[in-house]
């Protein structure tokens, strides 16, 4: 079985804001959840997966990808979630009907060639970028509280390429 991750990656200036503040909050709080390596603020599109013909599913994203040009979509305001690891802290993505469509498509075809997580089957996905994740239970108010009295991202921001990454997390597709 063959290990792999679909994630769109930040550019420009939305990037340097989400790495700043993921950055700022580890610093702060110390917590590492989400810096263990090098910070790459993305946004989940499918997965993490396994499947037992990675080059299905390349050709599978490289379809549907190529209906799409620059999806629209805002990252806008902060929320949290209660994951299977803890609680997780994000910046909210508002997503544009093509961005949902983009996502289930992905979702239905990848999902007949390899292994979904329970959140892929959802139609009501909740897009977002993690903030922080993991080590933060005992810190989460404090966390909270911060980005609360912090000034929300209101960033309109394009998806302009898909990412596949494998269990390294090296990129084995752009």
């Given amino acids: 079985m063959t290990y792999f991750f679909v994630e769109f990656r930040f550019h420009g200036y939305p990037k340097q804001y989400l790495k700043g503040l993921i950055r700022e909050v580890s610093r702060k709080f110390r917590v590492k959840g989400n810096i263990k390596k090098r910070i790459v603020p993305h946004m989940t599109l499918y997965g993490p997966s396994q499947t037992t013909n990675i080059h299905k599913v390349l050709t599978a994203i490289e379809k549907i ?95 302009l390429r898909i990412t596949v990454l494998n269990k390294d997390s090296k990129i084995l597709r752009e």
Avoid: C
């Fill in 65 to 159: 990808g190529k209906r799409y040009t620059l999806v629209p979509f805002k990252v806008e305001g902060f929320g949290w979630f209660d994951g299977k690891g803890g609680k997780a802290i994000h910046a909210g993505i508002t997503a544009s009907h093509e961005l949902e469509k983009l996502r289930q498509e992905l979702a239905e075809e990848l999902s007949k060639i390899s292994t979904p997580q329970p959140w892929d089957a959802r139609r009501d996905y909740k897009f977002h970028t993690t903030i922080a994740f993991r080590d933060i239970d005992q810190k989460f108010n404090q966390i909270w509280h911060y980005l609360m009295i912090k000034e929300a991202p209101y960033i309109n921001q394009h998806l």
